[in-house]
């Protein structure tokens, strides 16, 4: 069970609730990380939130969790999903267990939203359920989850 959470929200997403309401919602970035920090203070979680519009600082807020005693991070990308490896190297290689989320279903979305350069290092991937995500998100960190990666379990591998 992780007790020391990151909540990290990419570029633009300061803009929530403002933002092209009829795609991302109208709830704000402030909302979100206020719900956030209730449901972690019920589950005895200790979270920590972050927002940068400038992909080097993200790397190195990454950089630093783990000298922060951060046990698994809650991350949203925006636009840096489809188009940072160095995000990628950067979650990678601090080892930490992270959830990749989004508040669209980005596979309903333009084309090049489709890939991600993420989801296959995330231990998991929550997309288009609105800003309940963060949520999901929480619950399922809070619960515990396991550090194998499905492929591997079906390879028998470790």
């Not at 990628?88 to 080892?95: C, F, W």
Request: hydrophobic share 35%.
């Amino acid at each position: 069970m992780a007790r020391n959470i990151l909540l990290i929200n990419g570029p633009n997403l300061n803009l929530l609730g403002i933002r092209e309401p009829h795609i991302y919602g109208c709830t704000s970035l402030a909302d979100i990380e206020t719900r956030a920090q209730t449901q972690c203070r019920t589950l005895s979680i200790q979270l920590s939130t972050y927002q940068s519009n400038h992909e080097g600082e993200i790397i190195d807020r990454i950089h630093n969790a783990r000298e922060d005693g951060v046990e698994a991070i809650i991350i949203n990308p925006g636009g840096l999903t489809h188009t940072s490896i160095s995000l990628r190297d950067a979650l990678s290689g601090v080892s930490i267990p992270f959830v990749e989320i989004h508040v669209t279903n980005t596979h309903a979305r333009e084309a090049w939203r489709h890939h991600s350069y993420l989801s296959e290092k995330a231990v998991a991937v929550i997309i288009g359920m609105g800003v309940f995500g963060y949520s999901a998100a929480i619950e399922f960190l809070a619960k515990g989850f396991t550090e194998k990666k499905p492929r591997e379990a079906e390879n028998g591998t470790q």
